[in-house]
Nanobody, 115 residues
Framework: QVQLVESGGDLVQAGGSLRLSCAAS????????MAWYRQGPGKQRELVAR???????NYAGSVKDRFTISRDNAKNTGYLQMNSLKPEDTAVYYC?????????WGQGTQVTVSS
């Protein structure tokens, strides 16, 4: 059974940093692209960052130069380092693994940024 567990969400002041983790089990992690999405209050879920199986990355414009996505295939874990956080980054953050027609989601972790 595939399971993705996010962690690291917290309440932080604007300008602060957090690192989110996404631990995968029951899946060959290295064969899947990994992405972080977020859904803010009253908003649609949006892509934040994605990393391919080969390590290529892309970011939403709103987080570029502030967030860094990475992966450790040996640990079956992905990360999202978030710096210079803003109140508008407040959201539930979800990790996703995707390959072809297969995609899996975690349950989400709450990030709240106070002004």
């Amino acid at each position: 059974q595939v399971q993705l567990v996010e962690s690291g969400g917290d309440l932080v002041q604007a300008g602060g940093s957090l690192r989110l983790s996404c631990a995968a089990s029951g899946i060959t992690f290295s064969r899947y692209a990994m992405a972080w999405y977020r859904q803010g209050p009253g908003k649609q879920r949006e892509l934040v960052a994605r990393i391919s199986t080969g390590g290529s990355t892309n970011y939403a414009g709103s987080v570029k130069d502030r967030f860094t996505i990475s992966r450790d295939n040996a640990k079956n874990t992905g990360y999202l380092q978030m710096n210079s956080l803003k109140p508008e980054d407040t959201a539930v953050y979800y990790c996703q693994l995707a390959s072809g027609n297969y995609n899996y989601w975690g349950q989400g972790t709450q990030v709240t940024v106070s002004s």
